[in-house]
């Protein structure tokens, strides 16, 4: 047992010298699995997940008639990763000039020009929208980014509104919040990750308490699931050692074990290892702790 005596304090002191054994409990993880590989494997998916995702977003569009004639617009993006400005110039075909002999005023330079949303279907359960102009049968020009469809029904009223204002030679503002994206596809990888490293969470804790003389090795299958628990006394074992079992498929695996003084041996862990290395690493560790020698047990 290792005890931590406490020096005397000066004379004059309203303490009393004293000493006292200080007990620690001593435990000792050992993950099933390769910790490092699941987190190197965890970590690229998640990111993946976060690609997936889009998040809601605030859009403004400012659009204004031009001399060219055309109109000028402006669109502001707002998320929780930062702002984004874009600007876009829409040229406009001139209307033919009234006939002669015709007694109609001369039309407005953006009579032919409408605004209006393009819908995109990405997936059944989603569907993903942005503002364009077009000019008769002219190539259509985005004026937003593509995003998951707006949550907001007036917006497509809004939209309209906007058009008309611009034909009247007036500016116009469209504003709007688009919804969550990617959800469906994010989340089932997202499934199948949290799957992976569930299967792959089992732990095994090695408690020594000194002052009791106890082990206690609790051995958990699965993360967040109840662990099975034995307590062994410390004079009971013998040795700690690496034992080799036979493979599920072939060849043999190894894991860290008790061995006890009748015979017994207690495994530490439920799955075996492909190589001998962490094992034996593992029971170099648990026998300083428990300051019994390492073996091998077959």
Request: hydrophobic share 35%; proline share 7%.
């Amino acid at each position: 047992m290792r005890s931590l005596r406490l020096d005397a304090v000066p004379r004059g002191s309203p303490y009393r010298s004293r000493s006292r054994a200080v007990s620690i409990p001593r435990s000792l993880s050992f993950f099933h699995g390769r910790l490092l590989l699941l987190t190197a494997i965890a970590t690229p998916v998640f990111g993946l997940c976060l690609w997936f995702i889009t998040t809601p977003r605030a859009v403004s569009l400012d659009c204004e008639p031009t001399e060219a004639p055309g109109i000028r617009c402006q669109t502001r993006v707002e998320s929780i990763w930062g702002t984004d400005v874009d600007r876009v110039t829409v040229k406009v075909r001139r209307p033919r000039p009234p006939s002669t002999f015709s007694s109609l005023t001369a039309p407005s330079p953006l009579e032919n020009l409408e605004i209006e949303t393009d819908y995109t279907r990405r997936q059944r359960t989603e569907t993903h929208s942005r503002i364009i102009a077009r000019n008769e049968i002219g190539t259509p020009v985005p004026l937003t980014p593509l995003l998951p469809d707006s949550a907001d029904r007036k917006t497509a009223a809004e939209v309209v509104e906007l058009g008309a204002s611009l034909r009247r030679g007036e500016a116009g503002r469209v504003e709007y919040r688009t919804r969550w994206g990617g959800l469906v596809s994010s989340v089932g990888l997202a499934f199948l990750m949290a799957a992976f490293v569930w299967i792959r969470s089992g732990r095994t804790r090695v408690r020594v308490a000194p002052e009791s003389n106890r082990v206690e090795v609790e051995t958990r299958s699965f993360w967040l699931t109840k662990p099975s628990r034995r307590e062994l006394a410390r004079h009971d074992i013998a040795r700690v050692v690496v034992a080799k079992l036979p493979g599920y498929r072939r060849g043999h695996v190894y894991l860290p074990a008790l061995e006890l003084h009748d015979g017994e041996v207690v495994h530490l862990g439920e799955e075996g290892l492909g190589t001998p290395a962490r094992a034996e690493h593992f029971v170099k560790l648990l026998g300083e702790r428990l300051e019994l020698e390492n073996g091998n047990a077959s």
